[in-house]
C-alpha cells in the first residue's frame, strides 16, 4: 500500500463526504497544512490520522486498515524487491489492504476507490509473476480476489468490457489453485454484469455456473440459485425456475449453519433474502418478492444499507410492490 493510494482514496472520500480540507481538519482537530500534506502523497498518514478519519466518514476502520505497520512495510519491500522470496507477512498484509478496501465499498462510491483497487491489484499480479516458494499458492488467492473485486467495481461504473475481463482472470487463477468460492464469486459477478445488461439468458447461466462450480460455499450456492432462478424465469423456463428455487430452498438450513465465506462476506442469511425476492419478482410472485426484499433490505448492517449495490434491490421492491 502506497502512501498517494491512501491518499487518493482518503482525498476522494472526504469529497463524497462534502469535506474540503480545511473542513475536514477542523472536524478533526488536525493541522490543516499536515493533513494537506497527507492527501497530497507527500507525508506519510499516521494512524490516528487514519482512525481519525475513519470516523468522520464513518467507514468503520477501513482507511485505517488500508495501512501498513512498520514491520509490514519492511516485509513488503523484501518481497517486491526478490518475489522469489515472498514470506506470508507479505500475503497476509496484501489480503488485510483487499480486505480494507472491500469494506470501502460498503461505504464509499465505487468510483472513489476504483483507481486506488486497480493499482494495488496491478502491483499484486505482478508481484506474483515472480513469486516462488510455499506462499505463491496464497498469493495467487489474494491476486484472484484483487481481479474479482476490481471487476466488480467495474462492473458497478458499468465498464462492463474491461470488469469480465478480469473476472475472467479471477476464473482463472481461482481454479489454478483449487480455490471454488473464488471461482464461485467471480462467476457470480459475471451474473450480476448480464443483469445491468438486461440478458435474462447470461443471468441463468452465469448464475448456474457459480452455484455448480466445486467448493462453493452453501451461502453462495444458495443464493447463486436464487439469482439463477430469476433469470431462467425472465427467459420464460418457469418450471425450470421453481426447481431451483426449490434447490435452494434445501440449501437454507446448511446455509445458515456456516459462517460466510471471507471473499463473500455479505451472504448471511438476511442477504439471501435479497435474491429470494429476485428470484419471486422474475415469477410473478410479487407479495412474496416484497416480503422477502423488505426483510433482506431490514436486514442488512448500517453500513450496508445504503450501499450502492443495494439500489437495484430498492428498484425491484418498487416494481413489485407495483404489480402486486
Do not use: C
Not at 158 to 183: C, F, I, P, S
Not at 285 to 312: K, M, Q, S
Amino acid at each position: 500500500m502506497r502512501d498517494d493510494d491512501f491518499a487518493d482514496l482518503a482525498r476522494r472520500a472526504l469529497h463524497d463526504s462534502g469535506y474540503s480540507i480545511k473542513a475536514a481538519a477542523r472536524a478533526i482537530n488536525y493541522d490543516p497544512a499536515y493533513l494537506s500534506r497527507v492527501l497530497n502523497g507527500k507525508q506519510q498518514p499516521s494512524p490516528k490520522l487514519a482512525r481519525s478519519l475513519d470516523e468522520l466518514l464513518k467507514t468503520g476502520g477501513a482507511l485505517a486498515g488500508t495501512l501498513l505497520d512498520v514491520d509490514e512495510r519492511s516485509r513488503m519491500t523484501r518481497s517486491v524487491a526478490n518475489p522469489s522470496r515472498l514470506d506470508a507477512g507479505t500475503v497476509d498484509a496484501l489480503a488485510g489492504i483487499l480486505a480494507a478496501y472491500r469494506r470501502l465499498d460498503d461505504t464509499v462510491r465505487p468510483q472513489s476507490v476504483l483507481p486506488a483497487t486497480l493499482t494495488q491489484m496491478n502491483e499484486v499480479i505482478h508481484l506474483l509473476k515472480g513469486a516462488r516458494g510455499p506462499h505463491r499458492d496464497r498469493l495467487a488467492e489474494v491476486a484472484s480476489e484483487f481481479l474479482q473485486f476490481g471487476g466488480w467495481m467495474l462492473a458497478q461504473e458499468r465498464q462492463d468490457a474491461k470488469a469480465v475481463h478480469l473476472l475472467n482472470d479471477a476464473v482463472e487463477l481461482a481454479d489454478e489453485v483449487g480455490n471454488g468460492t473464488l471461482a464461485a464469486q467471480a462467476l457470480n459477478f459475471k451474473g450480476y454484469i448480464a443483469r445491468q445488461q438486461g440478458r435474462p439468458h447470461g443471468v441463468a447461466r452465469w448464475y448456474s455456473a457459480a452455484a455448480y462450480t466445486p467448493g462453493a460455499h452453501p451461502a453462495q450456492r444458495l443464493g447463486d440459485m436464487l439469482q439463477a432462478a430469476a433469470g431462467m424465469a425472465e427467459s420464460g423456463e418457469r418450471d425450470d425456475a421453481l426447481r431451483l428455487v426449490e434447490s435452494a430452498e434445501r440449501l437454507t438450513a446448511a446455509a445458515a449453519e456456516l459462517p460466510p465465506p471471507d471473499t463473500a462476506y455479505w451472504l448471511t442469511p438476511e442477504f439471501n433474502r435479497l435474491n429470494m425476492g429476485l428470484a419471486n419478482l422474475g415469477l410473478a410472485r410479487y407479495a412474496d418478492a416484497v416480503d422477502h426484499i423488505t426483510a433482506g433490505l431490514a436486514g442488512l448492517p448500517d453500513e450496508l444499507r445504503d450501499a450502492p449495490w443495494t439500489w437495484e434491490h430498492r428498484d425491484a421492491l418498487k416494481r413489485a410492490v407495483a404489480a402486486r
